[in-house]
């Protein structure tokens, strides 16, 4: 089976969007849904309380719509990777409530983060337990393999954020070792989520291997497209308050595109800025009209059209379906949002 090159879309073309995962996916979201509602629940009525607050928030659920794209990408007809998929949304719930924490998060999805309203103990002990449900669920699937694919992918998601961690506030951050973070922070769970479709249903090594390509790319691609919005949209349509990576320090891509094509004074600001020294709102507005005077976030975003592209590539050893079609404009997406 030969791979065919499927070019992503023009811009005069229609703006992709998400509903036909969603239409490809509801049956099994319904399934998956379910597993996450019976085991989110506790004896102690703080835990569900806290981890429905975000499970409940609005989320586009994409990484286990992408386990359930994938099993029926491969023809799947059993019914494991409904808990699968439901560990998967356990690990990235469980990184985002720990994530909120570190950063000392206001927003998550437009409304006030768990963090601001349990306060941070109970977020990161909750976040613990969710962790620990998705433990559960990859236990009962049985398969070792899973488990060593969604384990590694948990180490690596908490080595990334270290590295990121690492790196904050510090310029000298290249493009390189900012894409090594967001491929460990981000990319490596799209890649486990969709992976772990083909293991369950017993495909060869290609089409596994095809399968993580396509998440790996797309995490990467979403990744970009998230940090080239921290400084192009209004917080409403971010559901986070706008700038959070800059005053943070993050040396987001943007910003890396921003100093290194800058002149002395800039540079200067951007010193002052990345080192917390400039973090109000006209600082803000500064580096917003400097990263747009040096097309940063027009970059960025056709850095992610690549990868997004790489993912579609990926796909193409199977066969056209709607499926495909699905994981196809799910990669389109991922690139044109603005939210």
């Known amino acids: 089976m030969t791979a065919e090159i499927i070019p992503l879309p023009r811009k005069d ?6 509903d036909a995962m969603l239409a ?37 659920r994409l990484r286990p719509m992408l386990t359930l794209a994938g099993a029926e990408l491969v023809g799947y007809n059993g019914a494991r990777h409904y808990k699968l998929a439901a560990a998967v949304e356990f690990i990235h719930t469980a990184t985002l409530l720990h994530d909120d924490v570190v950063d000392g998060s206001d927003l998550r999805r437009g409304k006030a983060a768990a963090n601001i309203i349990f306060g941070n103990p109970a977020t990161v002990l909750v976040g613990d337990f969710l962790f620990s449900r998705a433990f559960e669920l990859m236990v009962e699937d049985g398969s070792l393999k899973v488990l060593k694919i969604l384990s590694n992918a948990s180490a690596v998601i908490a080595e990334g954020e270290v590295d990121q961690l690492t790196a904050q506030r510090k310029l000298e951050t290249s493009e390189e070792r900012y894409l090594q973070i967001i491929r460990a922070k981000t990319a490596a769970l799209f890649a486990a989520a969709t992976r772990i479709a083909a293991v369950v249903a017993e495909c060869d090594d290609a089409q596994e291997q095809a399968l993580d390509e396509y998440g ?28 959070d990576d800059f005053r ?38 500064e580096a917003i009209a400097l990263i747009h005077r040096h097309d940063a976030v027009n970059d ?31 990669a389109m997406f991922a690139v044109s949002r603005g939210y």
């Open 24 to 60: 490809l996916t509801a049956t099994g979201m319904n399934a998956v849904n379910t597993v996450i509602l019976d085991r989110m629940q506790s004896q102690i009525p703080l835990i569900p309380a806290l981890a429905g607050h975000l499970i409940s928030g609005g989320g586009k």
């Open 300 to 330: 960025t975003r056709e850095r992610a059209r690549h990868f997004a592209q790489r993912a579609i590539d990926a796909i193409s050893i199977f066969p056209d379906g709607r499926a495909r079609q699905a994981m196809t404009e799910a």
């Open 13 to 18: 073309a229609p703006e992709p969007s998400l």
């Open 248 to 285: 943070e320090g993050k040396m987001t891509l943007p910003v890396i595109l921003a100093y290194s094509r800058g002149d002395d004074m800039e540079r200067v600001f951007w010193r002052e800025a990345i080192g917390g020294f400039r973090t109000e709102d006209s600082d803000l507005e």
């Open 216 to 243: 790996r790319n797309l995490g990467v691609a979403f990744q970009l497209v998230d940090d080239a919005i921290d400084y192009d949209s209004e917080a409403a349509a971010m559901g986070k308050t706008r700038g």
